[in-house]
Structures are given as structure tokens and as C-alpha cells.
């Protein structure tokens, strides 16, 4: 089944202790993207990535890594975690950057203290 | 990416047909339409996009009107299950987009009810 897979799916931390959420796609798509989901602000990009070793911020990378060794995974990494960081986290992928459909991941909740 | 405007909720009974509006006015030629739908804080889901033609697929049918600056998602029996909040989403290609995002606006909160 053509799928993006997040782990984990729900976590609490507390601040400064790094942490990485999984994302993996199993469509051989080459674009992979971050969102974070706050009430009121809706969903805002993070970083993106359109190739293996090509990545670029988005509209709120402040706080967070990625990287993209293999085309399938894509990590967001949290150095050192803040309160403010509490959120909704989506991974998403699609074939190209262009009009294709992306597809979404089920979410991971992260709580920090 | 022009900006859309949808309607902040809306009700149907079950089994009828649903037909959510998105005014896009300062839609550009090369602009897309887009629908998602998002169930309850799950990942959005993706369900039809078009771009001058009526379009429809086993989920739902879009209409976008002759001078493209609105459109109507159509579910045609609505279940329960399409209980959500529906994203209407215009998009241009590459060049316009760089960074690929999706920009989700408010959405409408459709309750279907028995």
C-alpha cells in the first residue's frame, strides 16, 4: 500500500533534549515536505526537500534540521526542543514540487515541557 | 498562489449530496484547484483537482465555473465518515511555487448528520 509512515506518533519531552520524528515514503516520490498544524495558524512548511541531498527552508525552519540521505526518509530533527515547538507535525510527499497531489502522513503529536 | 474563500461550516444530512463552494476570483491561468480534506487532526487527504474541466473521480466531482474564479466540491451521497474540515487550494506549477507547499486557508467544517 502506497503510504507516508511517521514515527512516532505521539511523544512528550521535555525542553533541550534532541529529538528526531521519522518520516518515510514508500512511492519513490522525489519531493518531501514538513509541516507543523497550530490552532489558528493552520499548517505552515518547514523545510522541504526535492531530491536526495537537496533540502531547503520554509516558512518556519527555526529550530529544526532535516536531512535527506535516502530518497524514502526524511527526519526532522529537534536539537533542543522548546515549549513553542508543541505542535502537530505532518510529513508529505509527491512525485515533483509541481501540481502533482502530495500525500500526507498520519501526524505526530509532540508535546514539549 | 491566489487567495480562496470558503464558507466557515456547513451541515448535510446523511445520504445527501454535499456541495461545498471556494471562491478563488484571483485565480490565474495556469492555477490549479485543489481539494483536501482533513479528518480530525489525521494527515490531510487529497481528493480532486482540476483545472478548466469539470472533474470527477470515486470520491467526488469538482465543478469550476466557465471564468474560473469559483468552484463546488461535490460529494454526492455523504456518510458520516465524511464528517471533516475541506481545504480548497489553488496552485500554480513549479516555477511559481518553489518551495512546493500547500497553503491551507481555514477550510470548512462539514458535519454530516444522521
Known amino acids: 500500500e502506497a503510504q507516508v509512515t511517521q514515527n512516532p506518533r505521539y511523544l512528550i519531552t521535555v525542553t533541550g533534549k534532541k529529538l528526531t520524528v521519522t518520516c518515510s515514503q514508500n512511492m519513490n516520490h522525489e519531493y518531501m515536505s514538513w509541516y507543523r498544524q497550530d490552532p489558528g495558524l493552520g499548517l505552515r512548511q518547514i523545510y522541504y526537500?526535492?531530491?536526495?541531498?537537496?533540502?531547503d527552508k520554509g516558512d518556519v525552519p527555526e529550530g529544526y534540521k532535516v536531512s535527506r540521505k535516502e530518497k524514502r526518509n526524511f527526519p526532522l530533527i529537534l536539537e533542543s526542543p522548546s515549549p513553542n515547538q508543541t505542535s502537530l507535525y505532518f510529513c508529505?510527499?509527491?512525485?515533483?514540487?509541481?501540481?502533482?497531489?502530495?500525500?500526507f502522513g498520519p501526524g505526530t503529536r509532540l508535546l514539549v515541557l | 498562489d491566489a487567495k480562496t474563500t470558503q464558507p466557515t461550516s456547513m451541515d448535510c444530512a446523511e445520504g445527501r449530496a454535499a456541495n461545498l463552494p471556494c471562491n478563488h476570483s484571483t485565480i490565474s491561468g495556469n492555477e490549479y484547484v485543489y481539494w483536501y480534506r482533513q479528518i480530525h487532526s489525521q494527515g490531510p487527504q487529497y481528493i480532486i483537482h482540476?483545472?478548466?474541466n469539470n472533474e470527477t473521480n470515486e470520491m467526488a466531482s469538482l465543478i469550476i465555473t466557465e471564468d474560473r474564479k469559483s468552484s463546488t466540491l461535490i460529494l454526492p451521497h455523504a456518510t458520516l465518515r465524511d464528517t471533516a474540515v475541506y481545504y480548497c487550494i489553488v496552485r500554480g506549477p513549479l516555477i511559481y511555487n518553489q518551495g512546493g507547499k500547500l497553503i491551507f486557508g481555514q477550510g470548512t467544517e462539514l458535519s454530516v448528520k444522521p
Open positions: 482540476g483545472l478548466k
Open positions: 526537500s526535492m531530491n536526495v541531498e537537496v533540502t
Open positions: 508529505a510527499s509527491s512525485l515533483s514540487r509541481g501540481v502533482e497531489t502530495q500525500y
